[in-house]
């Protein structure tokens, strides 16, 4: 039988099935596959905070959508084309999503009685008719799976569990993507196992082949490569980026990294990659806590190294009072926060943008920190780099925010080439600077403001450190009235004279009365959304922050540039704040907190509101 073969632009696909089925290293391998062909793409993981959620339940039901394209693209998508359900949970709790008309390919082997009865289903979805908006591809994953894999000597437990692997061939023949990395990851995934990888790989072998002589699916489809700008490229997580760029900052800036951390979702995978990369003088420390975590790494920035400490929200709370030391000590410092949704541990493996009122006041005292936050998973390696060199350029703790949807989501990175990367470069004291042939360890460089680096052991830069307020110039323990307006002052304008480049605003008529402004994550939902209203003729500007703490100097400008500011945020309007409080424009803000990224739909019919309003 000859199949027809039509051709899309693009597909957004969601796995989804109970934590234990393997979606999100099914997603990850259809991603790689998509990347290796050459789409621009763009991925969302969604999985539950427990090691092992209740199987078959809803809380336990673990997805990864793809979103991949033959043009540039900016989203995970907000609906998925496809749904592939492995049981009944996995269908109840992405149906609410589904357009109608969407395929759904549905493993009919877990729609068993007490699978349906788990989720509050009384009779199968797909015998009651309520699945007919869509098409239904009713698929037995498990026993064909089984049955694949009937000659080979594992366990039948171990055969079910490669049904994952199954549907990952069967959607690898649906929209034709390459199968040898695939192949070569499960040989070297499980080379200890040899039975087990021969296994796996049938059973995918067994899914590409089922698509092909089936009559479930009469039709493949093909997705052209995009067009993007020369140069080797590979998929990349913000995790991923962000440790590549610590790496590349270390290199750049000539100092070994070391990185103290405690493991916390969703921000453990840079202790993970870092760990990896001995080769390039990283030293990783596995602390017993995070509080001994950030004092390691402020204890290595002491020490003349890159000093890098990870987190997310809990843990930057229990480490505000060694920032504040690094603040008074001034020494270069790291901090990156993979921000997660909810107070406490609230619910650790969603996103949010909630700890920016942290990051700028969580310290007792007059405390300025530098905040930057990356904009997508790969520009994380560039706001690593960017960190690094306000942090030894300006001797400051630096806070970078990601979250969670940067750090787990993927998308196509170009390799910079090393002349592309900036000159990060410090040196150290190495001599006294006191006109009497002494030390001052805080006498500052005029345009930095920043005090010397001196690196312990150094003849004769012995000087005091602690937590203690600091005479001007000598360090020396001082409780001096007016000293400490003074010290205050000057931690304060060191930050205030940081250097960053002005916000460039995306506004192509040149008359868009509205300005859509963002912050960190919310960048793709927000260009996607204005690309739809500017396509539909409405005229709106765009700007995004990258620089946080300071702001861009011209800030104030562009926000009074325009009649209306809406600002989206995935908190309840923290960036909003502080704007209003300092240029005295009343922003609009746009607020959803549901540990969820912005949809680009949504955010359209808000632009487009706010538009039709002037």
Known sequence: MTKQVQQLERVIIRFAGDSGDGMQLTGDRFTAETAEFGNDISTLPNFPAEIRAPAGTLPGVSSFQLHFADHDILTPGDAPNVLVAMNPAA??????????????????????????????????????????????????????????????????????????????????????????????????????KPDIAKANIAAFQAGWNYGETTESFSVSYEVKPARLAPGTYRNISGNQALAYGLIAASVQSGLPLFLGSYPITPASDILHELSKHKNFGVRTFQAEDEIAGVGAALGAAFGGSLGVTTTSGPGVALKAETIGLAVTTELPLIIVDVQRAGPSTGMPTKTEQTDLLMAMFGRNGESPVPIIAPSTPSDCFHAAIEAARIALKYRTPVMLLSDGYLANGSEPWRLPEMSELPDISTTFATAPNGEDGTFLPYKRDPETLARPWAVPGTAGLEHRIGGIEKADGTGNISYDPNNHDLMVRLRQAKVDGIDVPDLEVDDPSGDARVLVLGWGSTYGPIAAAVRRVRNAGGKVAQAHLRHLNPLPANTGEVLKSYDKVLLPEINLGQLALLLRARFLVDIISYNRVRGLPFKAQELAGVIQDVIDSE
């Open 91 to 192: 269908l109840k709790a992405n149906l609410g999503d589904l357009p109608r008309g969407a395929d759904i390919i549905v493993n009919t082997d877990e729609f068993t009685k007490r699978n349906l009865q788990k989720v509050g289903y009384d009779v199968s979805p797909l015998d009651d008719g309520s699945l007919e908006p869509w098409r239904v591809h009713a698929v037995p994953l498990t026993s064909l799976t089984v049955k694949a894999l009937e000659d080979f000597d594992i366990s039948k437990k171990d055969a079910e569990r490669a049904k994952n692997m199954f549907a990952l061939g069967l959607l690898s023949w649906l929209y034709h993507r390459p199968t040898e990395a695939t192949i070569q990851f499960l040989e070297n995934k499980f080379a200890k």
